[in-house]
């Protein structure tokens, strides 16, 4: 099905399962510990051999030599695989890090062995005895020193945020200098971890030259492809397996060492292998959301018009990688006839810097967000009277592009009311509540629409019940639910009459999970999938496809009205099909839009902050489920909180890694961070995005929480800080006397 | 595994010869000590290496793979299961250190068909998104309203002569060793008033 | 983790004798610190004694009218004692501060006297650290030291001793009671107990080969208001960044120490003389001598902060 013209109405519309706030249905499984992850498929591969990760000492350098000898003497060791052992591998298209190293090292941890044993404590024993020489080299580590030479560069997060190197519309520079009110401020965002709960995990089964693998991944087709390549084997020889995924946040969008390793493992052993990365390796051996230099200047006339904005970016990268985007949203978020955005990009030789959660956005938008504020501030307005002031209905660099729907000012309104946004005090540092400073904050939430082909199988079989199989994946966002209510939806019966299966290469292919393209796209899959169904169960049934009305069980045209399940009488009907997008997509600037309130309080004694309350309200297109979508935003915004007060990966400059490398050194929220949150979805439907008229909203969640805590620290302090994490010592040495 | 049993724990001096015997032969001989215990109200008796711990007993030998392992370091709480009625951290924890304990896992505590009602309320309140840290949630929130009822304090009460009441602060406080990077906080503290709120 | 036989003890002196007469064997309780260090080799104990049913579970009165706390009580069973809450209360409240529930229910008395640095560097096996290979260097000197000491430390590390409870048993003048494989037993003061790194960062406490502690005994209670201030970035479950444990009386004197700064909780009599006068002035009296790195030099004003809000706590109690 090719969606090319606005959606009319249709079956979805009538929202009798779509849009209802139903529990999942994973549910039971997953409360139960019953729902298999990658490495607890001991029923399929039984007599699984352990593998264990060897991870380079040495960020950027060469392997003289690997001394396997005692490793190998090592009771219990089956099989050692090292890149000599495994021959000349291919490099999947996602990787810009060879997921196994050697001889040369390209970032710290990089792997260079895997070790297979009869058992994990073996495995992971004769590990420490694998020695390896290594001849140093010289990296680079230091992003600032770095950017300095920087080039300007342009680049894309694979989900769907790009900008060029330079993107001007008008003259920025005779703008800037002319406006009457101005900021020009730098903002640094540092390297963050995914961390992930499911560490990397695979577990891999040769048959010959066929390979099985159960694997934790967000994108079915990437991963199953990338594997192929760099195995040098055919596509169709490998089964890629991901029905549940502990967690990625775009770190398992790609191909990673665990698969790859669990592969050539078993193929050395002889047998089945099964490897989870041991979690001080997770941070420097997988990838990461790299750090950000930004600088933005914004002009604005005396009455809060913006005639002047620029966002630049540096960050850096291994060799042949890409820019963080944090750009990207500047281009469109606020009306302002001056434009420049650019993007520099260093060579650093740390781990991989890749997508994480709203990749280019995040960062960006924790930047851009504080800025705004920054400049409501000098013009004595109020920061959500200043986003409303230069609301935008139109793409600012092509006029001529409209915004499907753009409710930001809604948000921002509802919000401000729903919040007591009223009782803030605009001058910072006065209110008090016993030892806490207390402020609020406030950003917009702005995260554009993508869509990506994405197909489905439907089976209606002889009971009645609908099975649909995508190769789509559920990493915690809701897909098996709103796939089945998608399906219920078209095909007229409850929820429990549908069974879905996810994350099978041997499914047709989907969007998969990233970007926020995943529920949009995969439920128009099925969508086009339950289409076709339709077809072949009026034509068997005698009816027109076009009269006929699926509800409650049955079909129904006039007066006539037949079981559903009697279509399917004589054997299983199955229907596939897939939603292909046309240009609305380039005739329509397609976003979601929200915005978040905090309210925090900065300890006067320590500085140290805690977030008090929390609001976001998303306009983000018809929301399928409003219970998991919710969940998708307070995850967003916890995420955000991390991101605000305390998550940075440390850098060593002199050794290049993120020393900080584990679950206590790399912090993120705990319950006690997180207050109640309230959300609020405005009723929207975006007929202009897809036969659902839905879009994402998880990482719209996450655009702007950052700032939104920024901006009421310095509500609460009148310190404003500029560099993010905001730990205590950033303001200390400003914040009042004590006593 | 062989030489099963050739090694048995109590008084010093009883252990010998127990470095895991390395042969270049094809066959591997790894010295393993016996461990019985209750899990789950079933008795199960193991031969392991000592190096094993419980969260890996539980997972890759009796294949109760609900308890997760997050990190392996105690950093997460992805592993908590229940000993002898409270919760530790099974990452951290070698199984021959558990003769004769009671175990209870999230298999224990419910099943899909009959959920325990912490379970059921995290359905019902959508405190969970991946599902992997979820088990150790739903272990560690059962455990803590009876840490509350036995009157075990925390680190946010102001007075900690008194005994706490399951207030939405107490529960976000006593259940810190969970993370949840999905950031299903907000639903978990209320999954765990209704069931606190339901008992009291 | 490297293999090891085990055992499980029935007294403590043969506890003791099979660690002493061992090379490279260890006492093991609630191992919730040991094995995390294991399987990373860190540690790598050829033998382990678990000292699990050497019955040092119980708290009991003493004489002096102080507490004798078992080896083996559990820092949950520690903190909910009616005792220690009512006389003690900076102990419990040090100890809930600290980890996590599930992490307290295992951690033992004497274990979490034991419990090793959090330096990053320590922590990353191919880091140089004289504490983990002596001779190989500091990597945190120099490095990402936020977290690490401000005093006490030397030019060979910087590790900072990372226990809550420990800070309030400093506070508390607690006594470590030991018992060696002689069977002989001694009293160590807990100022006497960790050690400051000077050139050998890597022997920590004073402890002897196979020396075992027995229980830890408080003195007599000495009233006052009982406070416990933690620093940290989140909430909870995070080491301390910076940690004072007060206890304060009415006309304003008292005793302080603190966590976060040094290899040892960081008492100075000095600092308590110094208290009546205010945070500042103990705070100064604390962190004479103070060597912070670039890092961690905003340690020194915010100790006098914390000492401010510990005071303050106190007085609104």
Redesign the interface.
């Known amino acids: 099905m090719k969606f090319d013209t606005p959606a009319g109405t249709n079956p979805i519309d009538r929202m009798k399962v779509v849009g209802k706030p139903i529990d999942r249905i994973d549910g039971p499984l997953k409360t139960s510990g019953t729902a298999p992850y990658a490495y607890e498929h001991h029923r399929e591969a039984p007599d699984a051999a352990y593998g264990y990760v060897v991870g380079a000492t040495i960020a950027k350098g060469r392997v003289r030599s690997i001394d396997l000898d005692a490793a190998r003497q090592s009771p219990g060791v089956i099989a050692i695989v090292t890149a000599a052992e495994a021959g000349k591998l291919g490099q999947g298209n996602f990787n810009t890090a060879k997921l196994l190293g050697g001889p040369d090292v390209d970032h710290y941890h990089q792997a260079l062995a895997v070790v297979v044993a009869e058992t994990f404590e073996q495995a992971r024993a004769a590990a420490g005895l694998v020695r390896i020489d290594y001849a140093r080299g010289d990296g680079r580590f230091d992003l600032d020193k770095e950017l300095k030479t920087a080039p300007l560069h342009g680049g894309n997060s694979d989900e769907g945020s790009e900008s060029g190197p330079e993107h001007r519309t008008g003259k920025f520079e005779a703008a800037f200098d002319a406006a009457p009110v101005k900021l020009d401020a730098t903002y640094t965002t540092p390297d963050q971890s995914h961390a992930m709960m499911e560490p990397f995990a695979s577990i891999a089964a040769w048959k010959g030259d066929e390979l099985q693998l159960w694997t934790s991944n967000q994108m079915i087709a990437w991963g199953h492809s990338d594997l192929a390549k760099t195995l040098n084997i055919p596509k169709d020889k490998i089964r890629f397996m991901s029905p549940y995924v502990g967690g990625g946040f775009g770190g398992k969008l790609f191909l990673r060492a665990d698969a790859v390793l669990a592969a050539l493992g078993a193929k050395g052993a002889g047998r089945p292998v099964k490897l989870a990365m041991q979690r001080p390796l997770i941070a420097n051996n997988t990838t990461h959301r790299p750090a950000t230099r930004q600088r933005i200047r914004i002009g604005c006339e005396a009455d809060g018009t913006i005639t002047a904005i620029a966002h630049e970016s540096g960050s850096g990268d291994l060799p042949g990688g890409e820019p963080e985007t944090a750009v990207n949203q500047t281009e469109l978020l606020y009306a302002g006839a001056n434009r420049l955005t650019a993007m520099r990009l260093a060579v650093l030789d740390l781990p991989e810097g890749n997508a994480m959660r709203a990749p280019g956005e995040a960062p960006g938008m924790m930047a851009l967000e504080i800025a705004i504020d920054e400049m409501a501030e000098k013009l004595g307005m109020d920061p959500v009277a200043f986003r409303i002031k230069n609301d935008t209905q139109v793409d600012p660099m092509k006029p001529e592009r409209r915004f499907s729907e753009r409710n930001l000012i809604r948000c921002l309104e509802d919000g401000a009311k729903r919040f007591g946004w009223s009782k803030r005090n605009a001058t910072p540092g006065q209110m008090r509540d016993g030892r806490w400073l207390v402020g609020m904050g406030v950003a917009a939430a702005f995260r554009n629409h993508l869509a990506l082909t994405s197909g489905a199988r439907v089976r209606l079989g002889q009971d009645g019940r609908v099975t649909v199989e995508t190769d789509m994946t559920d990493i915690g966002t809701g897909s098996y639910t709103i796939i089945a209510q998608t399906a219920a939806e078209m095909m007229g019966v409850p929820v429990d009459r549908v069974v879905v299966k996810l994350g099978d290469s041997s499914f047709p292919r989907s969007a998969g999970s990233g970007g926020q393209f995943g529920a949009g796209s995969a439920t128009s899959g099925v969508y086009a999938a339950c289409v076709t169904l339709r077809e072949a169960v009026a034509q068997k049934l005698g009816f027109n496809a076009t009269d006929a009305v699926f509800d409650d069980g049955k079909v129904r045209a006039g007066n006539r009205s037949v079981a559903l399940a009697d279509a399917a009488r004589e054997g299983e009907l199955v229907a596939e099909d897939k939603i292909e997008w046309g240009d609305l997509g380039k005739k329509f600037q397609q976003s979601t839009f929200g915005a978040h309130f905090v309210e925090v309080g900065v300890d006067a004694f320590t500085g140290v902050t805690r977030v008090r309350r929390m609001l976001a309200v998303c306009a983000a297109g018809r929301i399928l489920n409003p219970k998991s979508a919710r969940s998708q935003v307070i995850g967003a915004m916890t995420m955000g909180v991390g991101g605000a007060l305390m998550e940075e990966l440390a850098v060593d400059k002199r050794f290049g890694l993120f020393i900080n490398h584990d679950l206590a050194g790399y912090e993120v929220p705990v319950h006690a961070d997180i207050p109640h949150q309230e959300v609020v979805f405005l009723d929207e439907a975006d007929a202009t995005v897809s036969p659902m008229k839905a879009k994402g909203i998880g990482e719209l969640g996450l655009c702007g929480v950052g700032a939104a805590v920024a901006n009421a620290i310095y509500n609460a302090t009148g310190v404003r800080v500029r560099d993010y994490p905001i730990t205590l010592e950033k303001h200390l040495d400003q914040l009042p006397a004590y006593a | 595994m062989t030489r099963r049993g050739v090694l048995t724990a109590g008084a010093a001096g009883a252990v010998a010869g127990g470095v895991p015997v390395s042969t270049s032969a094809e066959r591997r001989e790894m010295a393993t000590m016996p461990v019985r215990f209750e899990v789950n109200g079933k008795r199960r008796e193991l031969a392991l290496d000592p190096r094993t711990t419980l969260l890996d007993a539980l997972r890759e030998h009796l294949h109760l793979t609900g308890t997760k392992k997050g990190c392996d370091h105690g950093q997460c709480g992805a592993c908590t299961v229940l000993v002898n009625g409270v919760r530790i951290n099974s990452c951290l924890s070698l199984v021959v250190q558990h003769q004769d304990d009671k175990v209870t896992t999230i298999e224990g505590l419910g099943t899909p068909e009959k959920l325990h009602p912490m379970q059921a309320a995290f359905v019902r309140h959508d405190g969970y998104q991946c599902g992997y840290c979820t088990p150790g949630q739903i272990c560690s929130a059962v455990a803590v309203l009876d840490e509350i009822k036995r009157g075990v304090p925390s680190h946010v009460q102001a007075d900690v002569t008194k005994t706490a009441r399951p207030t939405n602060v107490e529960l976000r406080e006593r259940m810190s060793g969970n993370i949840c990077r999905c950031g299903a906080y907000s639903n978990i503290a209320e999954a765990m008033a209704e069931v606190a709120g339901a008992k009291a | 983790?490297?293999?090891?036989?085990?055992?499980?003890?029935?007294d403590p002196v043969?506890?003791a004798?099979?660690v002493a007469q061992r090379q490279g064997a260890k006492f093991?309780a609630?191992?919730?610190n040991l094995?995390?260090l294991m399987?990373?080799?860190i540690e790598t104990p050829?033998?382990?004694?678990?000292v699990?049913d050497l019955g040092f579970d119980r708290i009991e009165a003493t004489e002096d009218g102080g507490l004798r706390i078992g080896a083996l009580v559990t820092n949950?069973d520690l903190?909910?004692d009616?005792r220690v809450?009512?006389d003690y209360?900076v102990l419990?409240?040090a100890i809930?501060?600290g980890?996590?529930?599930?992490?307290r229910?295992?951690a033992t008395t004497a274990g979490n006297l034991l419990q090793r640095t959090?330096c990053?560097?320590f922590?990353?096996p191919?880091?140089p650290c004289n504490k983990r290979r002596p001779g190989s260097g500091c990597?945190a000197i120099?490095?990402?030291s936020?977290q690490l000491a401000v005093i006490g430390g030397s030019d060979k590390c910087i590790a900072t001793n990372p226990s809550d409870m420990a800070v309030a048993m400093r506070l508390l003048d607690a006594k470590v009671e030991t018992i060696d494989p002689q069977g002989a037993t001694r009293t160590i003061p807990i100022a006497d107990f960790h050690r400051l790194p000077g050139d050998t960062p890597h022997i920590e406490t004073a402890l002897e080969p196979g020396e075992l502690i027995t229980a830890v005994t408080l003195p007599k209670p000495i009233g006052g208001r009982h406070v416990y201030?933690k620093?940290?970035?989140?909430?909870?479950?995070?080491?301390a960044?910076?940690s004072v444990a007060a206890v304060i009386a009415k006309d304003g004197s008292g005793r302080i120490a603190a966590g976060g700064l040094a290899h040892k909780p960081w008492r100075v009599e000095a600092a308590d003389t110094a208290l009546p006068q205010g945070?500042k002035a103990a705070a100064t009296a604390l962190l004479a001598g103070a060597q912070p790195t670039p890092d961690n030099a905003?340690k020194l004003?915010?100790v006098e902060?914390?000492i401010?809000?510990a005071l303050?706590t106190a007085r609104s109690a």
């Open positions: 983790m490297r293999s090891f036989t085990y055992e499980r003890a029935a043969t506890a004798r099979a093991i609630g191992g919730t094995l995390d399987k990373i080799e050829t033998h382990l004694v678990d699990q949950t903190a909910a009616k809450r009512r209360a419990t409240r809930v501060a980890a996590s529930g599930q992490l229910n295992k959090r990053p560097y922590y990353d191919s880091m990597g120099g490095g990402y936020r201030e620093v940290r970035d989140r909430a909870s479950y995070a080491f960044i910076v945070a905003f004003p915010l902060r914390t401010a809000a303050d």
